[in-house]
């Protein structure tokens, strides 16, 4: 190989692989752009529906995601309603690792009731999703933050 077509090489390997790293990170900048948590903020009670436009958990079902600031100290108590789909709701930390999650309530039904005590201030996602294939549907998803009495 000549030094002439070694260089030509060279650079068109160096053009191809900034393209290829540039367009990922314009592909990872918009799937970013994407995902977008629905705020809660002292609404404590949300009436809204899980659909096959939500995000698919790769066991048949979907998932919607809320975003909640959170302290440390405070005792969380979430509770997620549906007659429509077996509900399963998740406590994510805001790098995605699972805090707490909860499948059935506590009554034998499919809803779910999760308790925790947070350990860091910052935000947290709570996700509504559906167990398996059951699908979709309205639900009821309340969030309180349990205060200690004095």
Known sequence: MT???AY??????LFGLSSYFFGFKTLSTQAESLYSPIP?????E????LSDKD???GEGGFARDYIVNLKEGDQLAVDLISDDFDAIVVLLSADGTTVAENDDGPDGSTNSLLF????????YIIRVQAFGET???KFILKVSRLRPTN
């Open 46 to 49: 949300v009436s809204d529906t």
């Open 135 to 137: 699908g979709s549907g």
């Open 8 to 13: 030509r090489w060279s650079i068109s390997l």
């Open 116 to 123: 925790s005590r947070i350990t860091e201030s910052g935000k």
């Open 55 to 57: 995000i698919p958990t």
């Open 3 to 5: 030094k002439f077509s």
């Open 40 to 44: 809660l903020t002292s609404i404590n």
